[in-house]
C-alpha cells in the first residue's frame, strides 16, 4: 500500500516536472525568436561594438544555445527573471507586485461564480424545460454568445458613463488612496489593504472598485458551471436511483444534496478548476478594460514597450498556476470517485 502510493505519487511529480520543462522550452523558443534584441534594448542604439559585445556577455547570450536554454532553467526554478528593461527593478518583485491583484479579482470571482452557477444548474435541470429552465438559459446566453471585453465595455459605458454609479480604473480612488500612510506595508489585495487601514472610507472604496470586474469575471463563471452543471444534473436525474428516492418520500432539495450533488462533485471539482485557471488566463482582456493594477495589465503593458523578462517572467507564472491547479484538481477528483 505505502509503495503503491509512493509510486503514484513520484509518477505524479513526475508529469508536473516534465510539463513544467515544456513550459520553459516554450518560453526559451519565444525569447529566441522575438525580433527584439536585448542587448541593444538595454545599452541603446549608439553604444559602441565594445560595449555592446561586453553587455552580451554579461547576459551570457554569448554562448552557446544549450547553455543559454540551462542558464534560464536555474534562473527560472530560483525566480531570477532578470531585471525589466523599463524599469530596471527586478522581475520577481514586479510581479509579486501585481500578482496578488489578479488573484484577489480570480479567488473573489470563482467563490461567486461557482456557488450560483452551481445553483442555477440545478434549479435547470431539474425544472428541465420549464419556465424557470428557460428564464435561466436566457440570462447566462450572453455569457456563452458575447466577449468578456465587449460585454465589460457595456458595464462602464452603463455604470461608470451614465449613471455614475461605480468608479473604474485601479484599486482605489487617488483621493483615498492619497491619505495612505508614507509608511503603510501594502499587501496589494485591496481588501485587506483596507481592512488594516487607518484611512475613512477606504473599505468601501474597495469595495466599489471591485463591482464591476469581479461582475463580469463571475458572471463568466457561473455561465460555464451552470451549462455543465445542468448537464451533468439531467443525467443524474434520468437514473433509477432518483426515482426511487421520490417514491420512498424525499423531499426535493434532499434528492438534489444528498444524491445529486455527490456524484456530480468530481465533475464540478475539475470545471471549477479549469474555470479558476481561465481567470488567470483571461486577466489581460479583463484587467486593461477596467484599468486593474495586475498580471493582465502588466503583461500588455510590457508587450507594448517589449520588455522581454516581463513577458516571460508573467508567462512562466500563469503557465506554472495553471500546471499546478490543473493537476490538483485532477488528484482531487479521482480521490473523490474513489470514495464513493
Known sequence: MGFSLLKKSLKQLGIIGLTLLGLLIFTFALQQASPI???????????????YLQVKAELGLDKPIVIQFFQYVKKAVTGDFGLSSVSQEPIILELLRVFPA???LAILSIILGSISGIILGLLSAYF?????????????????????FLLGLMLITLFYGHLEWLPIGGKWSSSIEYQFPYDFVWSQISLIDALRSPVEGALKDALLHLVLPVSLLSYYTLCSICRITRGAALAELSKEYVSLAKVTGNHDVSIIV?????????????????????????????EVVFAWPGIGRYLKEAFLSGDQNAILG?????????????????RLAKQTLSNQ
Open 258 to 286: 444528498r444524491h445529486i450533488l455527490p456524484n456530480i462533485k468530481s465533475t464540478l471539482i475539475i470545471l471549477i478548476a479549469l474555470n479558476f485557471t481561465h481567470l488567470l488566463e483571461g486577466a489581460v482582456l479583463t
Open 314 to 330: 508573467g508567462t512562466l507564472l500563469i503557465g506554472t498556476c495553471f500546471i499546478l491547479i490543473n493537476m490538483l484538481s485532477e
Open 102 to 104: 489578479t488573484l484577489e
Open 37 to 51: 534584441d536585448p542587448v541593444l534594448k538595454r545599452v541603446g542604439d549608439k553604444a559602441s561594438e565594445a560595449t
Open 128 to 148: 428541465a424545460n420549464r419556465s424557470i429552465d428557460k428564464l435561466i438559459r436566457i440570462i447566462i446566453l450572453p455569457g456563452i454568445a458575447m466577449p468578456a
